[in-house]
């Protein structure tokens, strides 16, 4: 019987900065790999200690301390298997994005990541010092290789390994989620097995993390570049693989049960919205969350999103009608809150409008009426949530999707107000392509989520009487076209005018982008989706001379 060798991708969601924790969830993951499937070897994270990204508490003194007490606990369980754990590594001065192979009381063998990145939301380079060499180990006779995350990403470091002569490639990772993200992996890690001639095992976190989300999407592929393997995304588990002694050296076996299939782009998104939300939410210690439900789309979404997230009886939804709000705005409301039976109450702000307006007499004297009182009935909803929120410990999710913040239609102190805004990186019309996809769902066959009539009706903010969006912006598709090429892609007005846009709309739009930066700096934060969200993704300054142009 050929020589098997027995693998577990630990694909776990992990907290950053709680390293006892994760510590802990590291040596009793190596016992269940052990226990339940025989494992020879288990695979964890990128930076599994501390989870990822740690950012400056890698600055903090007390790193290497906590780093080493860590290690040794692992050590002192004295694991009968080969761990491959990722962390922290300091040396003569220098940090190092390291992983370890571990096994019993020993620590086999380092190695030090090669490939820093440092574009989108990365910034390794801040922190760590890049490592040079190769690292083999041999394990159950078979020699395998060792590289993290960014190391796949280009050629070096896979190539290294091959002429190292390598029979099997283990990648631990923590690669965030952006749209359509597994599927780029899956072509990545084709190219690269055929380039080291070798299976390559991929292992990626799972879970939230501020703006980040991080699917898992864990998996395995053959020395020709087949997918053999592919764990769920956006769960957390264990996911079993064996290797064989071939003639033409280790090959996985087939499994009994098929990879996970690639999320549509629809569910990937929402999945991320979910998983993003209520990871958020319990790791930063709330009691749940509560949300202004206006009968439109954006907050009939989000509502959606944190109901799956936290369940029904950990969300709470606010109605707060004005003079301007319409009987069906209402109706929807209440239609929405019944079916997700989430808790539900109604407000009226005409009250503390009036007041606002008494109070502001003086200064608003020989003043016309124009956004000014607009904003300030979006403020009184905002006071209303906040003082929920601090009364009850629930988080405020605010509802403004990526295309409203992009050009400033949102009120700083109002409807942006709260701690979590989940649609930040959902662009107008995905919001409608979201909606449609979690009506799909088994549970909404008989009784539509999102009502029907939500996704429907014209938006509005509803600030003045029969107010719509299109009063005020492009339509959405045009507008989001737009963005797209001048936010995400970084296209001149010159580029995007040439794409057959209208001029003026054009240089409309980005003039709105570029001058409501300052509204953007002060919003929550939010689940990043795309290559370029508005967090760590996006970093333009405040107060800028560049005109638009080429």
């Known amino acids: 019987m050929p020589k098997q060798l027995k ?6 969601n992990l907290l950053v900065g709680d390293i006892q924790g994760n510590t802990t969830k590291i040596i009793e993951g190596a016992l269940e790999a052990k ?15 501390t989870s990822y990204p740690p950012e400056d508490l890698l600055l903090r003194p007390s790193l290497k301390l906590r780093i080493d007490k860590a290690l040794q606990r692992i050590l002192d369980a004295e694991l009968d298997i ?9 040396e003569q001065g220098r940090l190092y994005n390291a992983l370890s192979v571990i096994k019993g009381a020993q620590i086999i063998t380092s190695y030090r990541k090669q490939c820093l990145p440092n574009y989108q939301v990365f910034d390794e380079r801040r922190y760590f010092t890049a490592g040079q060499d190769a690292a083999i180990v041999e394990i159950e006779g078979f020699k395998v290789a060792l590289t993290i995350c960014e190391d796949m990403w280009e050629e070096g470091p896979t190539l ?3 002429e190292a002569g390598a029979q099997l490639l283990l990648n631990i990772n923590a690669s965030p989620y952006h749209r359509d993200k597994p599927l780029e992996r899956a072509q990545l890690l ?7 001639k070798c299976p390559i095992i991929y292992t990626n976190l799972v879970g939230g993390q501020d703006e980040l989300v991080f699917d898992g999407s864990s998996m395995a592929v053959s020395a020709q570049g087949d997918c053999i393997v592919r764990a769920p995304s956006f769960e957390e588990g264990f996911f079993y693989l064996s290797l064989s002694e071939t003639a033409q050296g280790l090959s996985i076996d087939t499994p009994q049960e098929t990879p996970a299939a690639l999320d549509s782009t629809e569910a990937g998104l929402y999945k991320a919205l979910v998983l993003g939300v209520r990871d958020y939410v319990y790791k930063n210690g709330f009691k749940g969350v509560v949300l202004g439900l206006s009968g439109g789309i954006d907050s009939a979404l989000t509502l959606a999103v944190a109901a799956d997230a936290l369940g029904p009886e950990s969300v709470k939804a606010v109605m707060m009608p004005f003079d301007y709000t319409s009987q069906l705005s209402l109706d929807l409301a209440q239609e929405q809150a019944k079916t997700l039976g989430v808790e539900y109450s109604v407000i009226p702000i005409s009250a503390a409008f009036k007041s606002f307006a008494a109070a502001l007499e003086g200064e608003f004297a020989g003043l016309p009426v124009d956004v000014t009182e607009q904003n300030i009935q979006a403020r009184c909803r905002g006071v209303m949530l906040m003082a929920i929120s601090n009364k009850t410990g629930r ?7 990526k295309s409203e913040i992009a050009v400033g239609y949102c009120t700083l102190y109002g409807d942006m107000a709260g701690g979590f805004d989940v649609l930040k990186d959902v662009a107008k019309t995905m919001v409608y392509r979201l909606c449609a996809y979690r009506n799909s769902l088994p549970d909404a066959r008989d009784r539509a989520v999102i009502p029907i009539e939500v996704i429907e009706r014209a938006p509005s903010a509803e600030l003045a009487p029969d107010q719509v969006d299109q009063d005020s912006l492009p339509p959405y598709d045009v507008l989001d076209t737009i963005l797209e090429l001048y936010v995400e892609k970084d296209m001149s007005a010159a580029h995007i005018i040439a794409q057959g846009f209208d001029e003026s709309t054009v240089r409309r739009v980005l003039r709105l982008v570029d001058i409501n930066e300052y509204k953007r700096r002060q919003s929550a934060v939010g689940v990043r989706l795309t290559t370029r969200g508005f967090g760590r993704d996006r970093r333009y300054p405040i107060t800028s001379g560049w005109e638009l142009g080429e």
């Open 395 to 401: 988080l405020v999710l605010t509802t403004g999707n």
């Open 190 to 196: 084709k190219e690269r097995a055929q380039l080291a």
């Open 82 to 90: 080969y761990l491959v754990v990722g962390y922290p590594l300091s």
């Open 160 to 162: 290294q390994a091959a």
């Open 7 to 12: 693998v577990v991708m630990a694909q776990l």
């Open 35 to 49: 226990r339940v499937f025989a494992a020879d070897i288990v695979t964890f994270p990128e930076l599994s200690l």
